[in-house]
């Protein structure tokens, strides 16, 4: 990301270093036969070694489903397509055992809400000399020296708090020590974290965000952040990823989708965040409903509230994920389609 | 436990506001911080202690007939002779051992096998395995108790039943029929705790780490199964002593010269009719007792094993309003 000649110089892409994760051709559909719910449809996504990718969507958008399905979480038979290449294996065609030794070790989960991770009739310190033990051989000062570091990088104070149940901590702390078993019961080359915050208050929000930040660093892990904080995004990634009805729309490094969002549906979105100091008149708020994947319709599934239609293509045919032209910036909207002539332009609908 | 030792000695600590006891100590100790649930386990106590010494507590031999026929209590007979002259009290004291024997047994055995099918049908929840083995269990259920088990219970009456190369005694019989019945509840409640504990977010993000399936199973499962199957088994133990009593009452289940209460019940039916109230009133209170002191139980370890109720215990203790669970080191 720093070194934007070298990215030029390799084509379209913003990827620079090496792969270590990459979703083909992801389609997830709950429900049955007879209820087909569409999660996601034709996902793809690289990630690469190092890097902090953040998906940002709204809720129903499928964001979880996209990262539980990087971890082979989902059921296998909701996956109606689609591969997740990681390191030499396809996740989706492992099996469970074979799946359990790379959960947890190879990839650290986080999760939205740290209370209910937790099984109430265990204490803390029988749950987490489980995980360690499950990803490493007893080590010569005891797995609970093990984690004592491990609390103690995540900020918690493990004297005495190993014997207590997840009732007695905060959810904060309890964050801490989901993070703490994601990052240091195996070696993890890659962080899922749903969104990892949304449970806290704002303070301890910022506090693990940048406990996050550093960890990432410290520890050389990718980073994949659902969340549906811009913010979040801008502070602790490279590069975003938005989606909407189950499918990604846009693909831009985080400085790009600020200041030259690309798919309407991103600009109505940066549009509809308040900033400061406030702007003259009423704030912007996204007109109708949040799409799900599981609306089945003609067109562009964002057409109904998309503000810089095009015409009758918009309404007729789904647009591909198509270069916008810069720094590898990708969105799935028709006016980046060559073979249609752009009838518009865009800069004349950017955010006031 | 021993886990919670080490983590202590690193920190003593306040004891009585940080001890967290181990699951079992603070489940028997929130059992014996409750009137009820005392009483109920004094109770239970006493009468398993009955059951297991009886014969030598029983002032004469339960079998042996006497000319004193009918006569009502005296000091003699404490609770009145039967017809045959018998002593009530000590036919009372020996059928102990089998109410109890066949009711903790039959539930026993409709635990473990109601438990394992509910629990697999629960972890195969909406595919064919589930299905089967619930409709099975629905015909079970529709079983009328007090047809299917004299059937099968009087089936054996003086006969060699076998199971395999294996003798089984009429009294066995018994309590393998009373099991049947109680095994679709016990599947019943292990495969919706099943169900429950399946979808919640602490088995996900034990699979995400890493867990395997047997874990998952073993560890995280089976210890919240098993809460609500023990508060099935507290109401389905007085249940099943009922069972014994009313199919031994009709005359299909414990055989003379054996003693149980229902069987004793049974011997005093016809003289109620005259007035001799006793050798009916004394085996009924039995039952009523023991029904009674085994849902004391029941009722408590219910409220103890909701985790809810837990949580707002250890609150309560760690604000210092009850103290519940203390470990004292």
């Given at each position: 990301?720093t070194d ?31 209820a087909?719910?569409p ?21 129903g ?27 030499n ?27 209910n991770?937790?099984?109430?009739a265990?204490?803390?310190?029988y ?8 990803h490493?051989?007893e ?6 020296a ?5 609390l ?7 004297a005495g708090?190993?014997?207590?149940y997840p ?7 309890l ?10 019961a195996?070696?993890?080359t ?6 990892p915050?949304t449970?806290?208050?704002?303070t301890t929000?910022?506090?693990i ?10 520890l ?17 990634c ?7 009805a189950g499918?990604?729309v ?12 690309a ?28 799409a ?7 067109g ?5 509230r ?8 918009c ?18 909207c ?5 073979a ?10 950017a955010?006031a | 436990?021993?886990t ?13 506001v ?17 009137p009820?649930?005392l ?13 297991a010494v009886?014969?030598?507590?029983a ?11 009918t006569?009502p209590?005296?000091l ?9 002259g018998r ?9 102990t ?15 473990a ?6 629990m ?26 007090l ?16 199971l395999g ?16 019945v ?6 019943r409640?292990a495969?919706?705790s ?10 996900l993000a ?22 609500p199957?023990?508060?099935q ?45 006793w ?13 009674l ?16 109720a ?20």
């Amino acid at each position: 990301m720093t070194d934007s000649d070298s990215t030029a110089a390799r084509g379209p892409g913003i990827r620079t270093g090496e792969p270590l994760a990459e979703v083909t051709g992801l389609s997830v559909t709950f429900g049955n036969p007879h209820a087909p719910v569409p999660a996601l449809r034709e996902v793809s996504m690289r990630i690469d070694r190092g890097e902090a990718i953040a998906v940002v969507g709204e809720s129903g958008s499928g964001k979880t489903t996209l990262l539980r399905s990087i971890a082979a979480l989902v059921p296998r038979p909701f996956i109606r397509s689609g591969a997740v290449r990681f390191g030499n294996r396809d996740l989706l065609t492992l099996r469970e055992r074979e799946l359990a030794t790379i959960r947890g070790r190879e990839i650290g989960m986080v999760f939205q809400d740290p209370v209910n991770c937790f099984n109430p009739a265990f204490t803390i310190g029988y749950q987490l000399r489980r995980v360690f033990r499950l990803h490493r051989p007893e080590p010569a000062g005891g797995t609970d020296a093990e984690i004592g570091r491990a609390l103690d990088r995540v900020g918690v104070d493990a004297a005495g708090r190993l014997a207590r149940y997840p009732f007695e901590f905060s959810q904060g702390q309890l964050q801490r020590l989901m993070i703490a078993a994601a990052c240091f019961a195996g070696r993890p080359t890659l962080l899922l974290a749903d969104e990892p915050t949304t449970s806290l208050d704002v303070t301890t929000e910022a506090q693990i965000l940048g406990m996050l930040r550093e960890l990432r660093r410290d520890l050389g892990m990718a980073l994949v952040l659902v969340t549906h904080n811009l913010a979040l995004a801008a502070q602790l990634c490279d590069r975003v990823l938005v989606m909407y009805a189950g499918r990604i729309v846009e693909e831009a490094r985080v400085a790009d989708l600020f200041a030259r969002p690309a798919h309407p549906y991103t600009r109505q979105l940066l549009r509809s965040l308040p900033v400061l100091p406030r702007q003259p008149g009423r704030l912007y708020s996204m007109p109708g409903d949040p799409a799900s994947a599981a609306d089945a319709r003609r067109g562009c599934p964002f057409a109904p509230r998309c503000e810089a239609l095009l015409g009758a293509v918009c309404a007729d045919t789904e647009p591909g994920l198509l270069p916008t032209g810069v720094n590898g910036q990708l969105a799935a909207c028709h006016r980046y389609d060559t073979a249609q002539a752009p009838t518009e332009n865009l800069a004349g609908k950017a955010p006031a | 436990m021993s886990t919670t030792t080490v983590d202590n000695s690193a920190n003593p600590g306040p004891s009585g506001v940080q001890a967290a006891a181990s699951p079992r100590n603070r489940v028997l100790s929130a059992l014996l911080h409750r009137p009820l649930a005392l009483t109920g386990l004094c109770g239970v106590a006493l009468l398993v202690l009955i059951a297991a010494v009886g014969p030598l507590l029983a002032p004469d031999n339960p079998d042996q007939t006497s000319s004193h026929a009918t006569a009502p209590p005296s000091l003699a007979h404490w609770m009145g002779t039967d017809q045959l002259g018998r002593d009530v009290f000590s036919r009372m004291i020996v059928g102990t051992r089998i109410s109890l024997a066949v009711g903790v047994g039959s539930t026993a055995i409709a635990l473990a096998i109601g438990g394992l099918l509910g629990m697999l049908a629960g972890l195969e929840a909406g595919r064919a395995p589930d299905t089967v083995l619930m409709r099975a269990m629905d015909v079970i259920f529709a079983f009328p108790v007090l047809v299917f088990v004299p059937v099968l219970s009087g089936l054996a009456i003086g006969r060699q039943i076998h199971l395999g190369p294996v003798p089984v005694s009429q009294l066995a019989v018994l309590t393998g029929a009373i099991s049947v019945v109680f095994v679709p509840v016990f599947a019943r409640v292990a495969r919706a705790s099943t169900l429950a504990e399946s979808k919640m977010e602490y088995m996900l993000a034990a699979r995400a780490f890493g867990a395997r399936r047997q874990d998952l199973i073993l560890r995280n499962l089976l210890p919240n199964v098993a809460g609500p199957l023990m508060v099935q088994a507290a109401f389905s133990i007085p249940l099943a002593v009922i069972t014994e009593a009313a199919v031994s009452f009709l005359g299909f289940g414990v055989q003379p010269p054996q003693a149980s209460w229902g069987d004793i019940l049974n011997d005093g039916r016809n003289q109620i009719l005259l007035g001799d109230w006793w050798e009916t009133v004394f085996p009924a209170l039995a039952i009523v007792v023991t029904v009674l002191f085994f849902n004391f139980i029941g009722d408590a370890l219910r409220d103890v094993l909701d985790p809810r109720a837990r949580a707002r215990e250890m609150t309560a203790a760690a604000t210092g309003a009850v103290v519940i669970g203390d470990r004292g080191d």
